[in-house]
């Protein structure tokens, strides 16, 4: 066996952490920071319950995904999380096609709604951590044209509340009160305190190279 | 000048911690928007003993919560008859099983963990019993699998539409305990879904009451409009067990 010669060397045999999300934004985010990450896309069921909270539904999701990859991954450390989008006790999920779409963003529009992303972790050792953040999102009025437009480019697709913070409807969004990354699909700042809290992760901000 | 003796220098450091505390609930509240007399410090006293309390009596707190039935009661009657305590509010914030409620009913001024239908026809019962009426907190569980105690919200109009119906049981408000975190600021959309559960199902005017906020949290609590904190810690300091 090759023993690693420096703890660096250690750290760089250290298998990835397992992102259990399709959400290339989410990759996008844990790898702007350093991370390394293996994706495998968690199936569960995303049917909100009966009477079931915003909150409530997202902690279920997130653990759900990180629970089920966790089982066919037992040795690595699995971080899952879900989005939802929410006016009071309404929940808007992604839209199933550009008619719901519309009709969410009919609804969003000119007024202020939550998002709220619950994050698990799960690893070996009975690793069993959980995080929830929200926050307040203001969407200015948007005229009718304005969201045919939108639909018509397809940015909605796969958005919780058909909308995506962090691309065009960046011009929708007038203001973000409480985490931007948790709007955009994982509240980073507390990621990354978990991760390092755990010891699943350190940081490697020099290990990226030049930055863009 | 001589050492202040272990009595007044216990009373002087719960003194600086209940000030701290005020003071925290004040800043919260003017985060808020709130007013500081719409909140009230429950101080926790399990664990600690009786003597705890009447030094909470004598620095003007009024809510004395425990955990644990037999210690409770234990507590009231080491505490019979001294002055001043006859006014003094107890609240049980333990978890609450069926065959506690008749040592319990009669003895506080707030059950804060009701969890069951079950449990409400057993106070209506034993209250009934007793000749007077008791009011309580429906416990609510928002974070699913990982609590295992409180009412899931789906089942909350049930529960108090029931309590509506018994007229020995008064359902005042809610509680709810959030996960352990290291950041206060971790709480906050477990408060947040709790008020917001309350002003759903008839707002302050129907459930005034909202106890939730511990050491650790109360001031995010407040800013999401906690009305009761469960306060140990900060005011006695670490428990012996």
Known sequence: MDVPATFADAEAAAPPLILASASPRRRELLERVGLRVEVWPADVDESVHPAELPLSYALRVAASKAEVIARLHPERTVLAADTVVSVGESIYGKPLDAAQAREMLQQLQGRSHEVTTAVALRGPAGLSRTLVVAAEVEMRTLLASEIDEYLGCGEWRGKAGGYAVQGIAAGFVRAVRGSVTAVIGLPLAEVLELLYETGAARPAYSSRGTAA | ?241
């Open chain 2, 1 to 241: 000048m001589s050492e202040p003796s272990p009595e007044v220098a216990e009373l002087a450091t719960v003194a600086r911690g209940l000030a701290e505390v005020r003071a925290a609930i004040a800043a919260a509240c003017a985060r808020g928007g709130r007013s500081p007399t719409e909140v009230t410090v429950v101080a926790v006293t399990k664990r600690h003993p009786a003597r705890l309390i009447e030094v909470a009596q004598t620095l003007g707190l009024g809510d004395v919560g425990e955990n644990y039935v037999q210690e409770l009661v234990a507590k009231q009657e080491e505490l019979r008859g001294h002055p001043g305590l006859e006014a003094l509010r107890w609240h049980y914030i333990g978890k609450l099983q069926r065959n506690k409620v008749k040592d319990l009913v009669g003895r506080v001024c707030l059950l804060h963990a009701i969890d069951s239908i079950a449990l409400l026809d057993e106070i209506d019962k034993r209250a009934g019993a007793a000749g007077l009426r008791q009011e309580v907190l429906v416990a609510v569980s928002l974070a699913g699998e990982a609590q295992k105690s409180g009412v899931a919200p789906a089942q909350l109009a049930d529960l108090l539409a029931h309590g509506e119906g018994l007229s020995r049981v008064s359902i005042r408000g809610l509680m709810t305990m959030p996960p352990l975190a290291a950041a206060a600021e971790a709480s906050r959309p477990y408060f947040r879904a709790l008020r917001e559960l309350r002003d759903r199902h008839g707002g302050a005017d129907r459930l005034p009451l909202l106890s939730m906020g511990t050491t650790g949290d109360f001031p995010v609590a407040v800013e999401e409009g906690a009305t009761l904190v469960r306060v140990g810690t900060a005011l006695f300091g670490e428990r012996a067990t």
